[in-house]
């Protein structure tokens, strides 16, 4: 925002110093008629404040529509119990910004138009004139929006690719097709073990008969949702040590669920319905448990772990499952176990699990389902609540919510700076063509071939985008180093990213000199060599 709010103000400038040299010959009459210094400051104070009064409103008006296209495009990327809105500390923060920096950046150019040559710009005929210095400055203004530009579009450029990579991350389970709502039993009415897995025993044996069903199951939590917690573990065979004790993340499920999260088993086998309170425990790893905890990973399955204090039972791991992603999209893959439903309140010594994600995977759209999923809810318990109805997919796209966001954002700022840019480059270039408008006719009239006077225009716009591109880079190689964290499996100093902004902003400054270039060719020695 801060390096956007700068490249405006340049262009502000850059525009003030054009109109004020375009006012040369105003401000020297008033002034020869007897106009005090400080009443041409005040007018040019006022025409600076009432620009900027317009330009912040109008942005204003571009924000609100902005805000409710974000809205409606993804909303899931602002939070929703602190809503966005424009409120009268934005409002006011706006005007303020706007009138103080067009105050700073136009007006202390336009008061350089109060030290003029009366005689020379009073002369009948002559041409007010300006000083190199202030031909330097404009140049130096759109070498520094072009350098800023840059700086936006790489950061952009670099947030787009990591987007790109977050979204090919291999999740662990399949989120196509899967309906997910939350389902929790109360304590007065179920308070025993057998009656809260029961229930969930029977809703899942109803939700599996519905049409357009695939699989159906309980678990406590749901990746990418929440985060999970660890619990401490004794693991047959592992030596602890101090600082190195056994844990895993803590899951909770009924048989069906990793069918219905598109789980994938790499050894032994899932959940079954005979997983049941009386029966052998049993738990399912991950693949990262079975790496930290055996020395032969693949000898996991068959081995036993215990959950908690050492009264509790050992629990036989049957299956390994693929490592899930659960603690966000990027988050550490930790050590993580799996244990039935019905045989976790024998596991942890009568710990019960009462509420969680009902998890049903569909043959086409969720949702078309949640409603004959609901119905079986209440033809079991009328009073039971269901919430947080929502496709699994949408619980994807929320963890990527802010990275989603960022780069929203960094790709607008960049598209409104490569305007900017483009803009500036455009209006000194217009603004010299005008003023050698008698160079070129006399250039014309000797014999210049008119494409010489199109390179000349064209070499003159490219040479300042160039010296901006090249600062930009180099600022870029310093200041991306600070998005790093935002960054995922891009290196800050990409070189395709650095390449193909170079060849972006040379392709804006290319389209930017175009037009003046060409205006330049069109220039009749005639009209040009007219005393004025």
């Known amino acids: 925002v801060g390096f956007l709010l700068l490249i405006a103000c340049a262009n502000v400038a850059n525009l003030m110093l054009v109109r004020g040299d375009a006012r040369l010959r105003e401000m020297a009459v008033r002034t020869a008629i007897g106009a005090a210094p400080d009443r041409l400051v005040r007018q040019l104070l006022t025409e600076s404040v009432v620009l900027a009064l317009m330009g912040a409103t109008l942005g204003l008006v571009f924000a609100s529509i902005g805000l409710r296209v974000l809205m409606m495009v993804d909303p899931t990327s602002l939070p929703p119990l602190a809503p966005v809105r424009l409120d009268w500390t934005v409002v006011t923060f706006t005007l303020v910004l706007g009138v103080v920096t067009t105050i700073v950046f136009g007006l202390a150019p336009a008061l350089r138009t109060l030290r003029v040559n009366l005689v020379e710009s009073l002369r009948e005929g002559g041409q007010a004139t300006v000083g190199g210095h202030r031909q330097r400055l404009r140049s130096l203004l759109v070498v520094a929006e072009v350098t800023l530009a840059v700086v936006l ?65 309980f678990v406590r939590v749901l990746p990418l949702a929440t985060t999970i917690g660890d619990f401490g573990l004794d693991v047959e065979g592992f030596e602890e040590s101090p600082g190195r004790n056994a844990k895993g993340d803590w899951q909770v499920a009924t048989d069906g669920s990793f069918e219905a999260m598109g789980s994938r088993l790499l050894r032994g086998r899932w959940f079954a319905p005979t997983d049941t309170t009386n029966s052998q425990p049993v738990a399912v790893i991950n693949e990262t448990m079975a790496k930290t905890y055996w020395k032969n990973p693949d000898g996991a ?67 078309s389902v949640a409603g004959s999923v609901r119905s079986q809810v209440r033809a079991l318990d009328a009073n039971i609540p269901v919430a947080n109805i929502r496709p699994m997919t949408e619980v994807v796209s929320t963890s990527l919510a802010t990275p989603r966001l960022t780069s929203f954002l960094m790709g607008t700022f960049a598209a409104i700076a490569l ?114």
Do not use: C
Not at 343 to 358: D, E, K, P
Not at 419 to 433: I, P
């Open 419 to 532: 305007a900017l840019a483009a803009v500036g480059v455009h209006g000194v270039l217009s603004y010299l063509v005008s003023r050698r408008t008698h160079e070129i006719g006399i250039r014309l009239a000797v014999g210049a071939d008119r494409m010489h006077v199109l390179r000349m225009v064209l070499k003159q716009g490219l040479t300042l985008a160039g010296i901006g591109i090249m600062a930009g880079l180099a600022a870029g190689l310093a200041l991306t180093r600070l998005m790093q964290a935002l960054l995922y499996e891009v290196r800050p100093s990409d070189p395709a990213t650095f390449f193909l902004v170079s060849l972006a902003l040379a392709g804006v400054a290319i389209v930017a000199s175009a037009v003046p270039a060409y205006r330049a060719t069109k220039v009749s020695p005639l009209i040009a060599l007219r005393t004025e």
């Open 153 to 217: 579009v790489i950061g952009a450029a670099l947030m787009v690719k990591s987007l790109a990579a977050l979204g090919r991350i291999d999740l662990g389970f399949t989120p196509d097709n899967v309906l997910t709502m939350r389902v929790s039993v109360p304590t007065a009415r179920y308070d025993t073990p057998e009656k809260v897995v029961d229930f969930f025993r029977q809703l899942n044996d109803k939700v599996r008969a519905l049409p357009g069903v695939e699989s159906a199951g």
């Open 301 to 367: 399955v068959g081995g036993r772990i215990r959950v908690g204090s050492m009264k509790n039972p050992w629990a036989t791991v049957i299956g390994m499952v693929a490592d899930e992603r659960h603690n966000g999209v990027t988050g550490i893959v930790k050590e993580k176990f799996y244990i039935p439903h019905s045989q976790w309140h024998v596991a942890t010594g009568g710990i019960l699990t009462r509420g969680g994600f009902l998890v049903v995977r569909t043959t086409g759209d969720p949702m």
